[in-house]
């Protein structure tokens, strides 16, 4: 397989799993404005630290309102990470592999971004925002049905299943630390109902509100929350999960070339730190700080299988 | 205009129903309207679904759209057909043994029966070529011939095409969506396949891989990329034929020979496919500024350790000022009268002709030597005074430029519009395989000029196509 066509696919898949998690970050910062009048902007302008665009957002809008935040996120073509420039560059990295790809997964993704790009954004705003939102997150599903269900298992599968794994880490801990950002009106507030029920919305960003109760058996707690989307591997979203997904798709890789690569090595020793790691460790040095360190090194590992397998 | 002077693939003189289109009109007849358009809509979702579109030169980049489509398909009879298919076998033949003359001996010219100046001084003459014969001694190993029918004998040749047609993709699909849309009467009636199309694509390429390869030859389509109008029948052909598909900057040369750059290193490349014009292919040979090609390419290329499909320099066999001498290119190799015909056309550098092109124009087609796309053109009959007023300024400004014909009475079809079933001038174009063999696909892409009236099929100027169905006897 040509490099640049490992390239292709590790970034398409990279793209869509970024448009879902945009939508998914909106939901957060959309669902805690409406939960403490007065506060909107606070929790909007949280978002977007999250998502390192607040820079890019300020240069263009003035207000930070639903409106112009869900426009910037969703639409605007400016913003490199906005569900439409995602599902644009996945398009664009699709069309550069339709050879490897199937049919059912191009027609997927051209299926969604032909849809996409005729929305009108003021007819899917206010009321509808919630429900459209949904719509991106189903259209992601259905373009991973269609990748697991049609594509060959050969190299060109582990690819972009490698890039799924690195951009959801990517974005679960953007959604996490979304709390970081959102700063309590009186440090007293620290497990009072705001601050456990803006963990909530981190849990129902990442589809996880139910599936807490069956593991912990318990209220939401901050600390188990954190647990969760961190450390459990049975979560399908947690950094643990995503980093084994990521180093099994590299075996798999060193498995189809019979020979091992530079950049397993990294993600084994990446996967073994959130095996070993425990909450105590994560939040006397601060989640905040832990979140950007795993970032770092996710970004390290996504560069060093470019390197193994020769991207361009 | 539109009376009944046109030939009607569906229709004898009299208005009875030709005898190869019998249940083919029984079965159109009985569709309501509502069922026609019930199907058209249908076919347009699985081609845009599919992404069967093409990017219109001059349009935004990412404007795509797609080609019309038309339900109704062209129907061959079996015995049309054979003679058709010998027709463009003696001139696909003829053609490459006129390349292989020019680029070695150029006995032809030595004959006298072309002129050299036409030859050398021809923008299309390769002289890089010179002295060397590829694999198999073949030039041009893909084609598409077009074809306009006038009466019910009467094919004439338009353009041999002989660089890198394109179009096969449309045949392929539309044969897909018939197939998928009426199913009904793919039992009724016994077409020839055209599925084989990619298989038989592969076995050409197999069979012209370098002498110096021994083992199964990696062959790869190379593309200008995404943006190119041709990109989805690129990527479509790789596909089909289990190749690579490449853009110029994954390939590379090293001493002579042609790698691709792979997740494991550099893999050895034999036949490329290519869909890239010769200007473009090799900035160290030809334009130096090209982005697309792949500096070194020629010189593996003449080295014999890799085989390029077409050939450069075989633009110099399908120059429509070379194109009149077709006729005189067959019997010179050959030793056979033409089976197919040559449209006339007239020469604008002699005097006499060109004051009669002058005096006619509202009744010929003039076209750019080196144009295509069914740009820079003008039909006579459809245009007007001020355009045939500019033509005929440009003409007396560099009268080589063009070639003028007759307007040709282009056979119309049967086609689905918005008023209904009416008739629309159609054209076809066959497509050649040239290897170990001759592989003439039954059939070919038509083309249905979708304005009433028109006589221009280009997809670029409002042109469909139509599933082509060669019956089996």
Redesign the interface.
Known sequence: ??????ANLFWMSRYVERAENMARLLDVGYRMSLTERGEESEHLLSMLQAAEAEEAFAAKHDVIDVANVAHFMLFDMDNPSSVKSSLFNAR?NA??V??EIT?DM??SL??TW?EFSQVQPRHVMGNKLPSFLQSIKQSSNQFRGALLGTLMRT?GFAFAQAGNFIERADNTARILDVKYYVLLPRASMVGSDVDIQQWTMILRAASAHRAYRHIYHDRYKAWNIADFLIFRKEMPRSLAFCVTSVSAMLAMLDQI?GEPSACHDEAIKMAQLLTTGTMDSVFSGGLHEYLVAFMDSNNRLSNAISES??F? | MSEKKYFDEMLNADGSIREPYRILADWVQAQPKSALKQLAADAETIF????ITFAVYGDDASTERLIPFDVIPRVISAAEWRRLEKGIEQRVKALNMFLHDLYHNQDIIRAGRIPEKLIIQNEAFCPQMMGFTPPRGIYSHIIGVDLVRTGPDDFYVLEDNLRTPSGVSYMLEDREAMMHLVPDLFHKLKVAPVENYPENLRRTLESVSPDTCDGAPNIVVLTP??YNSA??EH??L??QMG?????G??LFVENGKVY??????PERVHVIYRRIDDDYLDPLTFKPDSMLGVPGLFDAYRAGNVTLVNAPGTGIADDKAVYTYVPQIIEFYLGEKPILKNVPTYNCSNDDERAYVLDNLADLVVKEVHGSGGYGMLVGPASTKKMRAEFTDKIKARPDNYIVQPTLALSTCPTFTDKGISPRHVDLRPFVLVGDKVRITPGGLTRVALKPGSLVVNSSQGGGTKDTWVLED
């Open positions: 397989m040509l490099g640049r066509s490992a664009t069309k550069s339709r050879t049919i191009w027609e051209n299926g032909l190299d070339y397998y020769n361009y | 845009r679904r599919l992404g990329g995404i990109y989805f990527s479509f790789a596909d190749a690579t598909l490449c853009e900057h994954d691709m750059r792979t997740t494991l290193g």
